[in-house]
């Protein structure tokens, strides 16, 4: 199933930004498990399918979401709020990509829940730091050599 | 009041002629007609007193009465003046010409006859005053060879008002009855003075009631306020002048309408209401505010405070006291207009204001996302050309590749720095009470890369509780601690102190001057006015890294807090930084 497949979703418009975050992952071979989705309408139809009906499966499953607040059409927060007030979704984390750590909308997005931010332009350690906090080391375990 | 009468035994032969031609007088009368004669003389005294004749003209027949009928050559009516000391002859009979009514004086000491008299409560007789022990007598009796005599006091209710006196040149006595008839006559005087004094009292009382009431009316008709006096129905009763030059109106053409009529028809309602409630409680005061009509028909607004005197006798109404405030009324409605506009202009500008804040906020927004995007792509892409192709890269490009990074990242810090310090004026103040010692030890702690490996002393002196928002004034303490260290960097030992300035001249209540010092390159006072401005930099690049906006960040930090900064420094020398955070 597609839902297995897609461990972490980028929700990111700026070309560079969504690059730069690839090359990070890709450089420790998480590329192949990241689907990137350029704004917020189609983050929503991506996991709740073309039509939300508010039950029945997910469209996805993504395990972890990193999600830019500045989308074009539906904005991040606005995503971020219905990830969290579904609840198929709602235990989803969701990582905020911000470009400023004073960013006034980043307490509004801890308001509606989201799990950790990470400054852009997203490097690998930043992305460690994150993944450790949500105690994901499946993410990282999965890399290394031995497992 | 009368006691036994005292008789001295007469002495002496002088005048015998004089006193034997009395004696016969004195015989032709029987006893009993004489006191016939007497009591008449008393009543028709008494009636003449109570017919309104004045206390002079009772008094001059008093001492005409009582020589005729007791036969003596002399009497006399001595008023006791106010002071007790001296009595003044107010009539007299048959005393020579220079010893003039109204204007002669006897003294009332002890020695004198009268003197005595009057502190007696008994008639005093003397037989012969040649003899006499008890007084010397004066003058006037002295002058006129007076040998006998009798002088008995004019009562009075608080103290004796005078002295009734009769005398002989010749030896005489007096029977009982005649010095009865004497101390009635006395009497007599004392209650005609008493009736004028009270007369006097009265007439006092009354000029001065008169007088009082002529001054009101003056008043009333000189008065700029508006008397007029209604019943309880509303009816006018009385109109004061000053009706008739406000309004128009002569003082007898309201009289007998209805209050009402003069009344602006929306304003009929207050008034009915105001009267309605002041003729429901006696002595209640109301007050109202109306239109009325002048009588060419153009309407005034006027204040009226009217008081409810229905159940004084004397006015039975209510009484109205009201002005014109017509002028007054239009001022205050100018000013409320005034204050209006005022009021829409301040919410028009807040309006844009708050709309330029918001657009600033966008715009700061747009600034802080798009116009660092492109920096991060730059800064991104070199980093992973430096940290993936570097052995594909000359010397030269990665050289050339570390500058775009450095450039791209003090870009970056430029526009972050901008936005901090553009956000400076947005943000609310929250002032709480501060130990600013702590907030030196945080911005320390937040500043260990910059002393890592370096010698500096950091002197923090006592300082006082501040009352500041503890966010910018941490920002204050940061950027001023931060630049310390970093002019101080070629120093060994460097030395960074922060206290207060301790003056001699500081007043009471004046704030305090906190003050960060260094022994850093300093800076030439001839650019100080710089120092605080945006982006401006007394400092190559080379030097000195940042990007000129700390100081300008604690001027507008220190600013808001109502307070001033200023710096002194010498090249070389070191400098200081002084702010106080209060006006």
């Excluded at chain 2, 001492?63 to 106010?82: I, M, N, Q, S």
């Excluded at chain 2, 910059?450 to 300082?463: M, W």
């Excluded at chain 2, 003050?515 to 690049?541: E, I, P, S, T, W």
């Amino acid at each position: 199933m597609v839902e297995e497949s897609v461990e972490i979703l980028l929700v990111e418009d700026n070309p560079d930004d969504v690059e730069l975050a690839l090359h990070a992952l890709k450089k420790h071979k998480l590329s192949n498990q990241v689907q990137v989705v350029r704004d917020g309408a189609e983050a929503i139809e991506t996991i709740f399918g073309a039509e939300n009906d508010g039950e029945g499966p997910l469209q996805s499953r993504p395990r972890l979401i990193l999600l830019d607040l500045k989308l074009p059409k539906v904005d991040g927060l606005e995503v971020l709020e219905q990830l969290k007030r579904d609840p198929r979704t709602k235990k989803i984390p969701v990582v905020i990509l911000t470009s400023s750590n004073q960013e006034p909308d980043l307490k509004r997005a801890y308001d509606l829940g989201a799990n950790s931010y990470i400054v852009k332009p997203v490097d690998f350690e930043q992305f460690v730091d994150a993944v450790q906090q949500l105690g994901f080391y499946w993410l990282l375990l999965n890399q290394a050599p031995a497992a | 009041m009368l006691g036994a009468p005292r008789i001295w035994a007469w002495r002496g032969i002088r005048r015998f002629n004089l006193i034997v031609a009395k004696e016969n007088l004195a015989a032709q009368r029987t006893p009993d007609a004489a006191r016939a004669e007497q009591f008449t003389a008393v009543a028709n005294l008494s009636l003449k007193a109570l017919s309104g004749a004045s206390v002079q003209e009772i008094m001059e027949t008093a001492v005409d009465k009582v020589a005729l009928l007791l036969d003596v050559e002399f009497t006399k009516v001595l008023e006791r003046l106010p002071d007790g000391d001296v009595l003044l002859l107010r009539a007299g009979k048959g005393w020579k010409p220079q010893y003039v009514a109204g204007e002669t004086t006897v003294c009332a000491g002890l020695d004198s006859q009268a003197g005595y008299t009057l502190r007696q409560n008994d008639p005093v007789i003397v037989a012969d005053l040649r003899t006499e022990t008890r007084f010397s007598g004066p003058a006037i009796l002295h002058d006129h060879n007076v040998v006998s005599g009798v002088s008995v006091v004019i009562p009075g209710s608080k103290r004796p008002h005078g002295v009734l006196g009769l005398h002989s040149a010749g030896p005489r006595t007096f029977a009982e009855h005649e010095i009865q008839f004497v101390q009635a006559v006395a009497n007599v005087l004392a209650t005609a003075i008493e009736r004028s004094e009270a007369d006097r009292a009265r007439a006092d009382a009354f000029a001065m009631v008169q007088a009082s009431e002529e001054r009101f009316r003056a008043v009333v008709q000189n008065a700029v306020d508006m008397v007029t006096i209604v019943n309880a129905e509303g009816a006018i009763v009385y109109d004061s002048p000053p009706v008739q030059r406000t309004l128009g109106y002569d003082p007898e053409e309201r009289r007998g309408h209805n209050t009402l009529e003069y009344v602006h028809p929306d304003d009929t309602g207050v008034i009915l209401e105001s009267l309605a409630d002041v003729t429901a409680r006696p002595g209640a005061q109301v007050s109202a505010q109306a239109r009325v009509r002048h009588r060419d028909g153009h309407w005034l607004t006027v204040v009226a405070a009217a008081t409810n005197m229905l159940n004084n006798e004397a006015i039975n109404g209510i009484v109205v006291n009201w002005h014109d405030v017509t002028e007054r009324v239009q001022i205050q409605r100018q000013v409320e207009d005034l204050n209006a506009e005022l009021e829409k202009r301040v919410r028009q500008r807040t309006a844009q204001l708050e709309a330029t804040n918001s657009e600033l906020e966008s715009f700061a927004y747009s600034v802080s996302h798009d116009l660092r995007a492109p920096l991060r792509a730059m800064d991104g892409y070199a980093r992973i050309l430096l940290a993936e192709a570097d052995d594909e890269l000359s010397e030269m490009a990665q050289r050339y590749l570390k500058r775009i990074r450095h450039n791209a990242q003090q870009m970056d810090q430029l526009i972050q720095d901008l936005l901090a310090f553009s956000r400076l004026n947005r943000q609310e103040l929250r002032k709480t009470e501060l130990q600013p010692e702590r907030l030196i030890a945080d911005a320390l702690d937040a500043l260990e890369a910059e002393q890592e490996d370096r010698s500096v002393a950091i002197v923090v002196g006592d300082l006082p509780t501040v009352h500041a928002d503890p966010t910018l004034l941490r920002a204050v303490c940061v950027n001023l601690l931060s630049n310390a260290l970093k002019y101080t960097r070629t120093r060994e030992p460097a030395r960074i102190e922060v206290g207060v300035l301790q003056q001699d001249d500081q007043r009471e209540g004046e704030p305090p001057v906190f003050f960060v010092r260094d022994n850093g390159v300093g800076f030439d006072m001839k650019y100080a006015d710089k120092l605080f401005g945006v982006f401006q930099r007394l400092h190559r690049a080379e030097e000195y890294e940042g990007t000129g906006v700390g100081l300008a960040t604690v001027q507008r930090i220190v600013r808001r807090h109502g307070g001033r900064v200023w710096a002194e420094g010498e090249v070389d020398k070191g400098a200081a930084v002084y702010f106080t955070l209060e006006e």
